[in-house]
């Protein structure tokens, strides 16, 4: 199997859309959890490629602006079934996310206030703090596995929690340093900056049906990347232009196209890595939403399957509902829904389709195995910082900066505490690490508690 398959598909387009249905209709917990899935099925299960394969994509998709498990997912559909593949699995990826979250918006713009659902929300907040604690967990045991790049999510953390450091910065850096480091002969970067699996653990390359050769198709073809890419550019472009020159750049549709498409060129690193510059546009310069708010759309994306950054659809969808003229609000926060959805996934499809054969070619380059695999341990640094965020803003109900020279640190008011927030957070923490209970019953189970403190004391502590 170590060849490269003989015909168009290395599997039946039927098998592969029934895989990538049963992928998407298990992607819940965010993109560790359901990179976690991909690798089951699709390494481990299926055997469609092996681990080296599998990594060195999922590294190329990290280095990308945008979801890393999308577009990982249209990376992989892309190698097994060409360019249809990667739009059917992409595509499939995210449809069922998008439905489900279209009708929590939906339910949210109408109801959120009403006692119960309010509660539902802040049982939420508390399971989703564990949940993204477990993300900074998952994916640091899969890229920290050295002391190096431990150093690396260190100084990532530092520099965006303390310093304000921009993000694509902390990219760049953390890229520079893995491809100089290869290059320097540190065994730290070394195959990719990790160490060797236990003797068995990993699934060869040549072992799978993709086997270890470069697939026709996926080898470096300049036309076809130009061409394809450039359907992709003209989709993605053509709504954000006629939103512009048909109704004013001032007008929230084209706010919320615009918005979302700068977001998906210039934020790195995935879901965790974006949602603190999203929560800060859309809460301090656009007014879409409230702090609360934007937890409450976590919450919702962290208990529905696909990409976590289909919360950006919740921010689209409330913002149209509040800023739209001349419509129905509910009309407008579907519409809303539906053109953030689409700027926001369209580009994942962009950054595939024009990169992947290269990187592909590039499969045994060890500098860029290092500086990609250093990239994503400093992502992990990102992710903590995302974690703290969202700790101090789900258990104090005020959050001050404080200034210490070039350094700014977030610093909870200790008189706002949130106690039933903090003692609910605490037992999902107990039974997320230490009685292992999965994403989806700890989700289920802190909603049902929020519920049942409504209905007992009559009160919401958690609030917008």
């Known amino acids: 199997m170590s060849g490269t398959p003989s015909r168009s598909d290395a599997v039946p387009f039927g098998e592969a859309m029934r895989t990538w249905a049963r992928i998407a209709a298990l992607s819940f917990g965010g ?73 929590l918006s939906i339910l949210y713009a109408l109801f959120g206030d009403v ?24 994916v640091g045991q899969r890229s920290l ?13 530092v520099g965006i929690y303390a310093f304000n450091v921009p993000f694509p910065l902390i990219i760049l850096t953390a890229a520079l340093v893995g491809y100089v480091g290869s290059r320097a002969g540190l065994s730290a970067f070394q195959n990719g900056g990790g160490r060797a699996g236990r003797a068995g653990a990993d699934v060869p390359d040549a072992e799978t049906l993709l086997g270890e050769a470069t697939p026709d198709h996926a080898r470096p073809n300049l036309r076809w990347a130009l061409t394809v890419s450039g359907v992709v550019l003209a989709l993605w472009a053509a709504p954000v232009l006629a939103l512009g020159f048909g109704l004013g750049w001032d007008n929230v549709f084209t706010q919320i196209a615009v918005f979302f498409s700068k977001m998906a060129v210039v934020t790195f690193g995935g879901a965790y890595a974006v949602l603190a510059y999203v929560a800060q546009e859309a809460v301090r310069t656009y007014h879409w939403l409230k702090p609360g708010e ?41 519409l809303g829904g539906v053109l953030t959805t689409w700027v926001t996934f369209t580009p994942c499809f962009l950054w595939i389709f024009l990169g992947a054969p290269f990187v592909e070619a590039l499969r045994g380059a060890k500098a860029l195995n290092a500086a990609l ?86 009160a919401t502590p958690g609030g917008r």
């Open 31 to 103: 993109p560790a959890g359901q990179i976690a899935v991909m690798h089951r099925i699709l390494v481990e299960e299926k055997r469609w490629l092996g681990e080296r394969r599998f990594l060195h994509a999922l590294n190329y998709c990290m280095l990308l602006p945008g979801p890393e498990a999308q577009q990982l997912a249209i990376y992989i559909g892309w190698l097994m079934n060409r360019t249809a593949g990667g739009l059917m699995a992409g595509a499939l990826f995210v449809f069922p996310g998008f439905l489900a979250i279209m009708g």
């Open 115 to 138: 006692g119960p659902v309010s509660a539902l929300f802040f049982g939420l907040k508390a399971a989703v703090l564990v949940v993204v604690l477990q993300a900074v967990i998952r």
């Open 145 to 157: 596995r050295n002391p190096v790049m431990v150093g690396l999510a260190a100084a990532a953390f």
């Open 294 to 334: 934007m937890l409450d759309g976590l919450g919702m994306a962290e208990t529905t399957p696909g990409p976590l950054i289909i919360v950006t659809q919740f921010v689209g969808f409330m913002g149209a509902f509040r800023g739209a003229h001349g419509l129905s609000p509910l009309l407008a926060g579907v």
């Open 373 to 458: 695999a250093a990239i994503t341990a400093a992502v992990v640094g990102v992710i903590l910082n995302l974690a703290i965020w969202f700790a101090l803003h789900v258990v104090f109900r005020q959050v001050q900066d404080a200034h210490y020279g070039p350094v700014t640190l977030g610093v909870p008011v200790l008189a706002s505490v949130n106690l039933p927030s903090l003692l609910l957070s605490l037992a999902a923490a107990v039974a997320a690490f230490r009685f292992k209970v999965g994403v989806i019953p700890l989700l289920l189970a802190c909603s049902a508690v929020g519920v049942l403190y409504y209905f007992v004391t009559g």
